[in-house]
DNA sequence: CACAGTGCTTCGGAATTCGAAGCACTCATC
DNA sequence: GATGAGTGCTTCGAATTCCGAAGCACTGTG
């Protein structure tokens, strides 16, 4: 269960995956996670060291560990099923019902 | 990648995961989430229904969506992961490198 | 009529996140 | 060796999110 609640930060998961591809300097990787803010990408870095998932290279550059490709591999179904989910948005336009909820906003 | 910023938010996976055992009622799910905030159980819920993983029984409580039960299914890989993950933490103790970190606090 | 349980809302304060700015350092180029 | 660009990383105030206790309206049940 503690690992859906260190996942359940936000970029944790964008940052694994970003970091599954290749070495990335941080300023690059803040790049690939949209922009994100400096400060809470140095302490998600931290943090996943700490988890070992993550680790810095010779060239300052970070890595997953094995143990940490080893969790982005398992998050492969994860992705897969996000392009069926996405398809089904597609298909399926928002219902009267949904829209019902007040000014309540919730961006995706 | 909307997928992981979704999934990114607290509370999300562990719901879903929650959900997926089983239809449950808004205060029972909250108790089963380790006594959550209200709040943010309400604004999760609505999120999970805007995206289609969740839907309202007619008694009133919640269930995960045939898509829902997919988006639960394809998180299995991350749960096994989890095990090893815990197993290997039991093993190898903090590294001296790790704690260098001076006075940040990241609890797990 | 109490009384307990439910789904859900409100709201003030705590915690997290953002984002712009800046520091110290390296490496080319001039 | 000065200048500039790029890097990893920090600081800090403001915006956003989260928390949690309290409460409302409703549905049984005794």
Chains 1, 2 share one sequence.
Do not use: K
Not at 22 to 50: A, H, I
């Amino acid at each position: 269960m503690a690992a859906l609640d260190l996942f359940g930060r936000r970029w944790t998961l964008r940052i694994i995956w970003e970091l599954g591809n290749e070495p990335l300097g941080f300023r690059l990787l803040q790049r690939r996670c949209d922009g994100m803010s400096s400060s809470v990408l140095q302490q998600r870095l931290t943090e996943l060291q700490e988890a070992r998932l993550a680790e810095v290279l010779h060239d300052g550059s970070y890595t997953l560990t094995p143990l940490g490709h080893d969790a982005r591999e398992s998050l492969g179904p994860v992705i897969e099923w996000s392009r069926r989910w996405a398809a089904e948005l597609a298909d399926a336009p928002p219902t009267a019902a949904e829209d019902a909820g007040d000014g309540q906003r919730n961006r995706l």
